[in-house]
């Protein structure tokens, strides 16, 4: 069983950055699809970045929402098992709990992914960015 760990949330000022990792663990980590979602009160959790499983034809292809394309990169070390999104230039309207999410070889495209379509979940870390 796939099991997600996140660490690395917490409070920052406005143009600050944070870097969130995830640790993966139960089953092999390059064909696991991977992604952090984020979820603000009052709205539904939405993908903000993804990277495709290690191995096959899409190795490594990433999405980004619009919103923080330019500010966040998504990356993985097949060999750590592990997931990173660095976030810089942090805004307001970036305050949510992230989580991270694996699905077995999901294919990553130009759109964005749905929630639904991962089946494993780590437990959330909060990001609170001050003005």
């Known amino acids: 069983q796939v099991r997600l760990v996140e660490s690395g949330g917490g409070l920052v000022q406005a143009g600050g950055s944070l870097r969130l990792s995830c640790e993966f663990s139960?089953?092999?980590?390059?064909?696991?699809?991977v992604a952090w979602f984020r979820q603000a009160p009052g709205k539904e959790r939405e993908c903000v970045a993804g990277?495709?499983?290690?191995?096959?034809?899409?190795?490594?292809?990433?999405f980004y929402e619009n919103s923080v394309k330019g500010r966040f990169t998504i990356s993985r070390d097949n060999a750590k098992s592990t997931l990173w999104l660095q976030m810089n230039s942090l805004k307001s309207e970036d305050t949510a709990v992230y989580y991270c999410?694996?699905?077995?070889?999901?294919?990553?495209?130009?759109?964005?992914?749905?929630?639904?379509?991962?089946?494993?979940w780590g437990q959330g870390t909060q990001i609170s960015v001050s003005i």
């Open positions: 999410a694996a699905a077995p070889f999901l294919p990553i495209t130009a759109a964005q992914p749905r929630a639904t379509d991962f089946p494993s």
């Open positions: 139960g089953r092999p980590f390059n064909m696991y699809t």
């Open positions: 990277i495709s499983a290690g191995i096959g034809p899409t190795a490594g292809a990433t």
